[in-house]
């Protein structure tokens, strides 16, 4: 029978030059599964992030790691997780073999069983190809699946990664999101993002954070239902959407004939009169949509 894994975050505040609240109070309890975490730059995720892998202290609270706090021997809690950083902080003249073969000697893994640990992680990210190339040879997206190579080093039962996709082409994309979820089986997998489209079909339960508080913590589809009124859509003239331009939020537009425009709005609050003139039909959101409309929009529900 396999063990159920538990990350507590309890109460965790971090305030840089004595003013700013990176972290306000955040209260958080993740259990075995893949995890959203999205907000505009600056929310604060990637201070969470931080806290969580021991690179910044924080400044009060505790997190507890299935019942212990991590902060009275992070040492031993760090090889528990594997952590994906949003920025390179590789070696450049290292070829992609030897930069792997060093983070396995940083987590203490035996030498005989690095070979065998390097080739799985090079296997499970595709880049088995790449093995023997330099770093500063590789694409942006290379890089990117190199980091995530060394998050998953010594298959931890954690797994923090800050815009796992970032400088992916879109097939890449996909296949990382298909990695991740593939990996989910008795681990917590918590993805620091700001793209929805990284999330919305792989992640149990989506956080939303905002100036250091979490706004919302919930299932896609209950997040997706609670916000079912705030999306229309209509057919439009150019006409009417320069005329539109400004007065709505907009989150999407597409051209269907040489008069004729595509067009999706989210706001609850949308003039019944405006509904009615533009021709405006109830649709139901995505979670880019609840996004902008909590993050950018009007979000008195």
Known sequence: MSLQTNLEI????????????????????????????????????????????????????????????????????KNNFGYMPQNENLYPDLS??????????????????????????????????????????LSGGMKRRLLLCTALINDPSLLFLDEPTAGLDPKQKAEVRNLISSLMENKIILISSHLTEDIENIAKEVVFIDSGRVVLKDSTNK?????????????????????????IPISRVSQISNDKIYIRVYDKNIAKEVLSKYSF?????????????????????
Not at 52 to 64: Q, S
Not at 283 to 298: K, M, Q, R, S, W
């Open 96 to 137: 992609v073999k030897q930069y792997l073969r060093y983070i396995c000697l940083l987590k203490g893994i035996k030498d005989k069983s690095i070979s065998d640990e390097i080739k799985r992680v090079l296997n499970l990210t595709d880049l088995t190809v790449k093995e023997n190339n330099k770093i500063n040879s």
């Open 10 to 77: 309890i109460g965790i505040s971090k305030i840089y030059d004595k003013t700013i609240k990176a972290l306000d109070n955040v209260n958080l309890s993740f259990n075995s599964g893949v995890y959203g975490i999205l907000g505009p730059n600056g929310a604060g995720k990637s201070t969470l992030f931080k806290i969580l892998t021991g690179i910044v202290e924080r400044d009060a609270g505790n997190i507890l790691y299935n019942g212990k706090s991590i902060f009275k021997d992070i040492e031993n809690f």
């Open 281 to 301: 039909q109830a649709a139901n959101p995505n979670l880019e949509e609840v996004y902008l409309y909590i993050f950018e929009g009007d979000n008195n529900v």
């Open 223 to 247: 997040i997706l239902r609670y916000y079912k009124n705030i999306c229309f859509e209509s057919i439009i003239s150019k006409e009417d959407y320069h005329e539109l331009q400004g007065k």
